[in-house]
């Protein structure tokens, strides 16, 4: 009896320890970790300690107002409490007369024109928000993106975290984040590779580290200072990328109306939950010593 139990509890582990790449599940973030202080210099940061946001670092880029299934709008960016704070929320009267279509309304800001940096490593500090059909993310990117060559080391999307996964708690598969890339543009050529979901601590109540060193030979991407993966696919970007803080809706032409990647629908209830707030604590940038 006693050799069957050891069996079944053998297989019981094998199995166990498959699942995650069986039904694509989250993992736990398990590889080297990051050597910050001995490898790397602070380049660039914003501590978010004033009252509103830096214009000499950031942009809210207004040019873009519908945003698949919801509206950006600088009126849902404020910096409160030492963290950058993006609001998600319904607006039945829109948020202002010159935007006045009812839906969700959420925000983005951007380093574009301010700074930008090729190589390096890339943090962001932050609480995600608490809701279904949306996400946040913290990306990169340049405008060599949108040239469809077949390479990527001309421009690439960097994301280093999208949170899509809240609404899905089996296996606790909401407190994952997802990371990947994408290069050749936006239309029937685009590609990318993704490593796929990991796990972090706790992130719609207590703050995480996401971030990535970029080298020329890969992308390495960490959550708290843990290696999650590695991407090499269309080459590695080889010019200056900008960074990105943005909330969005799951959706199309401004209407909230569909799951995507796992978002789930959106919806107003439960109450407790709106406005959902993406706080970001700190945004720091270093380059190799």
């Known amino acids: 009896m006693q050799k069957l139990i050891s069996i079944f509890g053998a297989v019981v582990f094998f199995f166990a ?28 940061s ?13 942009i809210d880029p207004w040019w873009v107002y519908e945003r698949k299934g919801g509206y950006w709008d600088k009126d849902m960016v404020r910096v409160q409490d030492g963290n950058l704070i993006i609001s998600t929320e319904y607006k039945e009267n829109g948020v202002s007369e010159e935007h006045s279509k009812p839906g969700y309304y959420t925000g983005v800001v951007e380093t574009r024109g301010k700074f930008e940096q090729c190589y390096g490593y890339f943090e962001v500090r ?11 993310a913290f990306w990169m990117m340049n405008e060599g993106v949108y040239n469809v060559d077949g390479f990527g080391d001309d421009g690439t999307e960097v994301d280093v975290f999208e949170s ?23 239309g029937p050529e685009s590609k990318g590779d993704s490593i796929g979901y990991y796990y972090a601590n706790n992130p719609y109540e207590e703050y995480n ?9 890969e992308y390495i991407f960490y959550i708290n200072g843990v290696e ?8 590695v970007c080889d010019n ?26 959106i919806t107003k209830t439960p109450a407790e939950n709106w406005p959902a707030e993406f706080i970001v604590d700190y945004v720091r940038v270093y380059q190799h010593k």
């Not at 914003?46 to 950031?58: M, N, V």
């Not at 999650?228 to 080459?235: M, S």
């Not at 200056?240 to 796992?262: K, M, Q, T, W």
């Open 17 to 44: 320890s498959l699942a995650p790449n069986l039904w694509h599940l989250p993992k736990t973030p398990s590889g080297q970790a990051l050597d910050l202080e001995n490898r790397f210099e602070l380049t660039w």
């Open 164 to 186: 899509m996964k809240y609404q899905d708690h089996w296996w606790k598969a909401g407190d994952a984040v997802v990371t990947g890339i994408h290069y050749d543009g936006y």
């Open 240 to 265: 200056p990328e900008y960074l990105i803080l943005s909330c969005e809706v799951a959706g199309e032409n401004g209407v909230a109306n569909a799951d995507r990647h796992g978002t789930g629908r």
């Open 126 to 136: 932050c609480i995600l928000p608490a809701a279904t059909g949306m996400w946040s």
């Open 209 to 217: 580290t996401y971030g990535v060193e970029w080298t020329p030979e």
């Open 46 to 58: 914003d501590e978010f300690d004033g009252d509103a946001l830096d214009q000499s670092k950031w």
């Open 228 to 235: 999650t993966g590695r991407i090499t696919a269309g080459g």
